[in-house]
């Protein structure tokens, strides 16, 4: 992770997932945890792919990222997606992977309590309770259903008390707790499913009566996209915006066509190149343009709609590497994949015995 040494003794809550996308919830579990648990940071770690889930409707890795760390919004939150680097693509796999790392610091895994039901079909379930201790939050209709589970069932006799929970990053595993909370309703699944879906048929025939004898064609947008993406670079020039990089999101996204990024010297200098393209993009007729990270002046967004534009400052826009981050996604989908087993246990994989948690020495 970007900043954190590798003798770092910090108590630091790993928060896995998809993040697709990362919303209001992830943030709520993630300051619980820090309160909860004593924690001094919580870690995002935005998977390339869940080997349990479908990669339809999933947006790109690098737009995932961008969009978590717009909503993580506290410095004691860090988003990246470790395991591309890591070359690890399960969970067991990544922690070991982060244990050996930083073997000084204090790592709890964190979920919702609406994963302990899932956790018996992932790869290697009962090592990763020997591997790192792990704290489940409440989620909304998942308090009793999701303790009478077999992962929880399984570890009964490791399970922490609530009012124990700041005991937890220095417990031997397993360990682990399930601790009650303000629930929060969001849900990424929710979240796709009201979000709404530009059209993929550019330039296609289709028709509302499958007998008409005249179909209807939708309009090719194109040209319209590319007139756009003009006016943004247009913009950006105008007001000296420099390394003004265009990444080319179709086929890739549903969200957008285009990606712009682009940085200004100062934090006032990125704030005029966003609002002076906002304020062009109206003129232009495109209606209100939303605008995201004024406050700061270190990141701001402007999600123009086919185009969507991160201005930053030189500094930040470094250390968040945005062009790196697609680069490797990228590279890591031209690699070939040598078939794997799912996240499935094995089937009469003997389960070591493990020990009472204990506090670990300092």
């Known amino acids: 992770m970007p900043g954190v040494p590798r003798d770092t003794p910090r108590r630091i809550g790993l928060l896995g997932g998809s993040f697709n996308p990362a919303h209001e919830g992830h943030r709520h579990v993630s300051e619980e945890a820090l309160r909860r648990l004593g ?15 479908s990669g339809d409707g999933m947006e790109p890795l690098a737009t995932r990222v961008a969009r978590a760390r717009q909503v993580a919004r506290d410095p004691r939150i860090k988003v990246d997606a470790p395991e591309l680097l890591l070359g690890t693509r399960y969970t067991l796999d990544t922690v070991r992977a982060l244990t050996q790392l930083y073997p000084h610091a204090k790592f709890v895994w964190l979920m919702g309590a609406d994963i302990l039901p899932q956790l018996a079909s992932w790869r290697g ?30 570890f009964a006799r490791y399970r922490l008390r609530a009012e124990e929970a700041r005991r937890l990053p220095t417990c031997e595993p397993p360990a682990w707790c399930f601790i009650p909370s303000r629930l929060d309703s969001h849900s990424a699944t929710a979240i796709r499913a009201v979000r709404p879906r530009r059209p993929k048929s550019k330039g296609k025939t289709i028709s509302t009566d499958p007998s008409s004898p005249a179909p209807r064609q939708l309009p090719d947008r194109s040209k319209a996209t590319a007139a ?4 943004v670079r247009q913009s950006l020039e105008d007001d000296k915006a420099e390394d003004i990089v265009v990444i080319d999101l179709k086929g890739k996204s549903a969200f957008a066509d285009y990606m712009v990024i682009a ?12 609002e002076h393209l906002a304020e062009r993009l109206k003129q232009a007729g495109h209606g209100y343009t939303p605008v995201e990270g004024k406050e700061g002046g270190d990141w701001v967004l402007v999600d123009a709609g086919d185009v969507v534009v991160h201005v930053f400052r030189p500094e930040p826009r470094a250390f ?14 031209a690699k070939p994949r040598t078939a794997k087993p799912r996240n499935a246990a094995p089937k009469n ?10 506090v670990r020495k300092a």
């Open 320 to 333: 968040y590497a945005l062009e790196k981050m697609w680069a490797l996604e990228t590279e890591a989908a």
């Open 263 to 274: 940085s200004g010297r100062s934090n006032r200098q990125v704030v005029a190149i966003a």
């Open 228 to 231: 756009h993406l003009k006016l």
């Open 125 to 154: 379930w009962r090592e990763l309770f020997g591997a790192i201790p792990i704290a489940a939050f409440a989620r909304p209709g998942w308090s009793h259903a999701a303790l009478q589970s077999a992962a929880p069932r399984a």
């Open 39 to 53: 924690l001094d940071e919580v870690w995002w770690l935005v998977s390339p792919q869940n080997p349990l889930k």
């Open 349 to 358: 994989a003997a389960p070591k015995r493990p020990t009472r948690p204990r």
